[in-house]
């Protein structure tokens, strides 16, 4: 599999964003589409950690400057709500995780203020949807997904793991999960009793997020259920990871799979050690997991689908963009009943 020169750019942008590389990376003149790196960037999420790692006086990427300082605002703006939301919470004996986003941002990249993200996702005990909707009411948000009554929602999170709400006035959308993972066989028992953490994310507010290994399977498990075709997710993933010793990395692995991640977790290390190194320092960790034929076939389809084309374009804007998706999930971890539980979920998705 070969990236186009534009996309191995942005990749070593991202790269040199969290692995210690401290040469900027240089746009040499005429060698590479500058235009088609900013599209990249903006497609996979990641125009603030190019922007980080590009020398300042690189001509034609000024949109990323611009993208970047737009990503900072904006997470400022989302930091001050997320402090609010949580002590609605907390005062409301409603007890409530963050998932990604602005804590995995300060924990991966030292600040919480590069990465770019549509939503704040909030995890939240099953039995607390109907108190949360209110709460979340109460601060102006609306439902959205699913476009129905509140007191409905009950309903549409038996099928789905999250339902979506916006604030019109503050422009900051809410995905509110029930549960970590689309099919509830996987990582069943990482949820809002799992083990945490207070990260501090910038302006004295600290947010609780899953601790270090439920992290580490969760991320795993999110950017595998969409084969990973963005390359923020990888990059993520790998950022949490860097500094780690080979046998960390082998305790979050085996842990992972005592959780119940399937397969995902040695998709993402395949891919992670592909693009960023992850795995150089782990030789013996790498060749166990590429033993596995079936894991081999998921890192392979996540390699494609990340590859794409030279112009990036979305899986669901082209007829059967999608089907490489909805294939990998059904390989995600074996046994006919966890085949049989997935043909259910995806049958009854469209229909929600």
């Known amino acids: 599999m070969h990236f186009s020169p534009e996309l191995s750019f942005v990749i070593e942008c991202c790269r040199s964003a969290f692995g210690g590389v401290e040469t900027r990376q240089a746009l040499s003149s005429g060698a590479l589409?500058?235009?088609?790196?900013?599209?990249?960037?903006?497609?996979?999420?990641?125009?603030?950690?190019?922007?980080?790692?590009?020398?300042?006086?690189?001509?034609?990427?000024?949109?990323?400057h611009e993208d970047a300082a737009a990503i900072a605002t904006s997470n400022l703006k989302v930091a001050a709500e997320c402090g609010k939301i949580r002590g609605d919470f907390q005062s409301a004996g409603v007890g409530l995780l963050f998932l990604k986003g602005l804590t995995l941002?300060?924990?991966?990249?030292?600040?919480?203020?590069v990465k770019?993200?549509?939503?704040?996702?909030?995890?939240?005990?099953?039995a607390d949807l109907e108190r949360a909707a209110a709460l979340l009411e109460a601060r102006g948000y609306v439902l959205t997904i699913p476009n129905r009554a509140p007191a409905l929602v009950g309903k549409w999170h038996r099928i789905r793991?999250?339902?979506?709400?916006?604030?019109?006035?503050?422009?900051?959308?809410?995905d509110l999960h029930t549960r970590t993972a689309d099919n509830p066989r996987m990582i069943p028992t990482i949820d809002v009793h799992s083990t945490t953490r207070l990260v501090d994310i910038g302006n004295g507010i600290a947010l609780?997020?899953?601790?270090?290994?439920?992290?580490?399977?969760?991320?795993?498990?999110?950017?595998?259920?969409?084969?990973?075709?963005?390359?923020?997710?990888?990059?993520?993933?790998?950022?949490?990871?860097?500094?780690?010793?080979?046998?960390?990395?082998?305790?979050?692995?085996?842990?992972?799979?005592?959780?119940?991640?399937?397969?995902?977790?040695?998709?993402?290390?395949?891919?992670?050690?592909?693009?960023?190194?992850?795995?150089?320092?782990?030789?013996?960790?790498?060749t166990e997991l590429l033993r596995d034929r079936m894991s081999r076939a998921l890192y392979r389809a996540a390699l494609t689908q990340l590859a794409g084309s030279p112009e990036p374009i979305e899986p669901t804007s082209t007829r059967?963009?999608?089907?490489?998706?909805?294939?990998?999930?059904?390989?995600?971890?074996?046994?006919?009943?966890?085949?049989?539980?997935?043909?259910?979920?995806?049958?009854?998705?469209?229909?929600?």
């Open 33 to 64: 589409d500058g235009a088609r790196v900013v599209r990249l960037a903006r497609f996979h999420g990641v125009q603030g950690l190019v922007w980080r790692a590009v020398d300042l006086s690189v001509s034609g990427l000024g949109d990323l």
């Open 116 to 126: 770019s993200a549509v939503d704040v996702d909030l995890l939240i005990a099953p």
């Open 208 to 286: 609780p997020t899953l601790g270090p290994t439920e992290t580490f399977a969760y991320l795993a498990v999110h950017g595998a259920s969409s084969a990973w075709f963005r390359l923020k997710w990888i990059c993520d993933f790998a950022a949490s990871l860097a500094g780690k010793s080979p046998s960390e990395l082998e305790e979050f692995y085996r842990r992972s799979l005592q959780l119940a991640a399937g397969r995902a977790p040695a998709q993402a290390l395949l891919l992670a050690d592909r693009l960023f190194g992850t795995l150089a320092n782990n030789p013996a960790l790498k």
């Open 161 to 174: 793991k999250e339902s979506v709400w916006v604030a019109p006035n503050l422009g900051v959308q809410i």
């Open 105 to 113: 941002s300060a924990l991966a990249y030292g600040s919480s203020a």
């Open 320 to 352: 059967f963009g999608t089907l490489r998706i909805h294939w990998t999930q059904f390989l995600l971890m074996p046994g006919l009943r966890f085949k049989s539980s997935e043909l259910l979920r995806q049958a009854r998705v469209p229909f929600a």
